[in-house]
């Protein structure tokens, strides 16, 4: 278990009441009156300074131990608890780990290892080794190597840190034939460790708590569609383990793709999870690269899985004894190191090295697809989070793990190999133009480019601080043109709907000339040839009528720019404009009303009850004075604008939903409608 509490760590730590115990003996020194500069240092004493104990520096400072108090720290909770049972598994003491998440609030983690030690801690005899595991920090089995060759817990803190942080926190142990419990509640014994009697064919170890309200205030509730692919994530990091998913109906209410119970095990790990990610997707070579070095559990061991796609941005997962590394680190270098290595002697051995000189690292990992998955002893991250590996032998690892298997696979397949080295070639001579391109000042590019007729583009020579209004018809066009600052805003009107991109072909989206015009106007290019650098403004802003047929356009737009450019949105380049519905005006006050309901709001806070208010409803932008476009909904001193964000805690959720709506498949919007036909009102139906 991740926090066994270990001998080796009680004879280096000593107990924090022996410390001065063990100071030689020295002479007191004679105390000098502090002098007094009249600054008022005299009010800075030794009573200012705080000692915090046991696990208050946790709770006083969760962010130091787990990144924050929001969603992604709340779901490192789980983590942290999940991979104490996966370092069971991995050192094969553990089948199986059960998952289970509950309408209470309450996460469970169980598994079959070999259970928390129960026994009399020798460094605290009075303290059983579970209750010094979960309300001491820095106590655990993994400093060393005997207990664990590799595991995910390193530092002797994760789960005191799951029990300083949780509202109440339940440890069953079945051990040696017996059951035993302990519960705390905000990191605190609520008594000492019960002994429940014998139980037979259990063994194992049972972590059930509930997040604190008091720290995690945006709401302490895990999302079931995160912690469901968090669980399924460590199936396909190590074949060798079963886990069972199981959660509370009530909480999957309109959540897809979550069931209720579920069990992932996965022979061929990460091969499953590529093969699964690139499904539909053309790929560039049809086999994945995969392949495994040393045993998972032992130190040095490494799993990958690589696939180049066409029509697919790439992505490259790392994990560093089953601990997802977010932000890469050492042994991402070894894979790419070795991927690009053995592309240039397979060029080299096939007569082609001068053409595949230049290639980069950047260049390979261009639309590949990859995981990577390594397994060593004692490694070293920066920050308890573990985002990223920092251990420098991990590049050697893996590099040499994966380069000759690399030579074999493009050798065995030469005409697949060649696919694969011209399409990498192209992606090179892609980034040398783009390079280049971006040496040339924007004044000058503008002027070789040959941008759409109707864009009115603004006179900022960078894109710094300028922005576009994607607007819907040439009328709201023209009012726009007009209310715009022509220093920094630039107007592109497109007529009517555009084409939705998720239902249409390529061949349709090629053709597409307002789409083009779009792609043009922006400069930076769609799918795989996506530069940031090519985007000629800081905002796009979709500036469409606030009514139903504008919202339709709008979410045409968005989809568009999901698909073909989600790095736009990722980047927070993307925003919708807020424009007025209503002009409400009486004795000479004016208000504009964004939907009905700030309408009312209005009516009652602006005017006097019996005034006779005139309304006004606005057909569209292009109805609207140039004037009353650039006050309500374009000037920046006034304006409203929504920025345009994914949810990072559930990204498969959100192509799933684009899939659904915005699709071929029509049968999947007539359920969605069919499911929220009681939200629709007569006035939509007439708009």
């Known amino acids: 278990m991740a926090k066994n509490a270990i001998k080796a760590a009680a004879k280096k730590a000593p107990a924090p009441e022996d410390l001065f115990a063990q100071a030689p003996a020295r002479r007191p020194t004679p105390a000098k009156a502090p002098r007094s500069s009249g600054s008022g240092d005299s009010d800075y004493t030794a009573r200012d300074i705080e000692v ?21 720290a709340l779901h490192h909770l789980f983590a942290e608890t999940i991979d104490n049972s996966m370092d069971e598994a991995l050192a094969g003491h553990a089948t199986f780990i059960e998952v289970e998440l509950g309408a209470d609030g309450y996460i469970t ?10 026994d009399p801690h020798p460094k605290f005899p009075k303290k059983s080794a579970l209750e010094v595991i979960m309300c001491t920090l820095h106590a655990g089995g993994k400093f060393e190597s005997k207990v664990y060759e590799t595991s995910g817990g390193l530092h002797g803190v994760g789960v005191s840190v799951v029990n300083a942080l949780s509202e109440r926190t339940e440890v069953e142990v079945a051990r040696g034939g017996q059951l035993y419990r302990m519960v705390f509640e905000r990191g605190v014994p609520k008594g000492k460790l019960e002994e429940l009697g014998k139980v037979a064919n259990r063994r194992g170890t049972k972590v059930r708590f509930k997040p604190d309200a008091q720290i995690f205030r945006e709401g302490a509730r895990f999302n079931p569609q995160r912690v469901f692919k968090m669980a399924r994530a460590k199936a396909y990091l190590f074949g060798g383990v079963e886990i069972r998913w199981h959660c509370a109906p009530e909480l999957l209410t309109g959540i897809e793709g979550v069931p209720a119970e579920s069990t992932f095990h996965f022979p061929d790990g990460l091969k499953d999870y590529v093969a699964a990610q690139v499904e539909g997707n053309t790929l560039v070579h049809p086999d994945i690269f995969t392949g495994k070095s040393g045993k998972p559990g ?32 050492t042994h991402e270098s070894g894979f790419r190191s070795a ?34 998955s390594v397994f060593i002893r004692e490694p070293e991250f920066q920050g308890q989070t573990k985002d990223r590996l920092a251990t420098e032998k991990a590049t050697k690892i893996v590099e040499q793990a994966v380069r000759d298997p690399f030579d074999h696979w493009l050798a065995g397949n030469q005409i697949q190999a060649n696919k694969l080295l011209d399409w990498v070639v192209e992606r090179a001579d892609e980034r040398i133009r783009r390079r280049q391109e971006k040496d040339i000042a924007r004044k000058s590019a503008v002027r070789k480019l040959r941008l759409p007729g109707k864009l009115a583009d603004c006179t900022n020579s960078a894109s710094q601080g300028s922005e576009i209004f994607i607007v819907e018809g040439d009328s709201a066009g023209g009012s726009a043109k007009q209310a715009r600052d022509r220093a920094s805003q630039a107007i592109l009107p497109l007529r009517g709907k555009i084409l939705n991109v998720a239902s249409a072909g390529k061949d349709k989206f090629a053709q597409n000339q307002q789409l083009a015009d779009l792609t043009q106007a ?10 940031e650098d090519g985007l000629r403004y800081e905002k796009v802003i979709i500036m469409t009528d606030a009514d139903v047929d504008g919202a339709h356009i709008a979410s045409l737009l968005i989809t568009f720019f999901y698909r073909q450019m989600p790095k736009l949105i990722d980047d927070g380049h993307l925003y919708l404009a807020v424009p007025p519905l209503y002009r409400l005006s009486h004795g000479g006050k004016v208000f504009y009303a964004r939907d009905d309901a700030h309408k009312e709001q209005l009516l009652k806070k602006e005017f006097h009850a019996n005034a006779n208010v005139e309304i006004g409803r606005f057909k569209g932008l292009g109805e609207m004075m140039a004037a009353q476009l650039k006050e309500t909904t374009m000037d920046p001193r006034k304006r409203m604008l929504l920025r345009v964000q994914l949810a990072d805690a559930d990204r498969e959720g959100t192509a799933d939903s684009v899939e659904r709506l915005m699709g071929t498949k029509a049968e999947s919007r007539f359920e969605f409608i069919q499911e929220r036909a009681e939200f629709a009102s007569e006035e939509m139906l007439d708009v």
């Not at 696990?55 to 992604?72: A, C, H, Q, S």
């Not at 690009?340 to 639309?367: F, N, P």
């Not at 922006?522 to 530069?531: D, E, F, V």
């Open 109 to 118: 983690v169980t598994d079959n290892g070999r259970g928390m030690p129960v």
């Open 522 to 531: 922006l400069g930076c290019g769609t799918g795989n040839h996506y530069r």
């Open 339 to 372: 991927l690009l290595r053995g592309l240039k002697d397979h060029a080299e051995r096939t007569g082609q090295g001068k053409r595949a000189a230049g290639i980069t690292a950047e260049d390979v990992m261009t639309g590949a697809g990859c995981m990577v």
């Open 52 to 72: 915090l104990e046991g696990l208050e520096p946790v709770r006083r400072r969760p962010g130091m131990y787990i990144g924050g108090t929001d969603e992604k």
């Open 298 to 329: 032992s130190n040095g061991a490494v799993e990958w899985a690589a696939v180049w796609t066409v029509d697919a941005d790439g992505f490259l997962s790392s994990y560093c004894n089953t601990v997802p590394t977010a932000d890469g680190g």
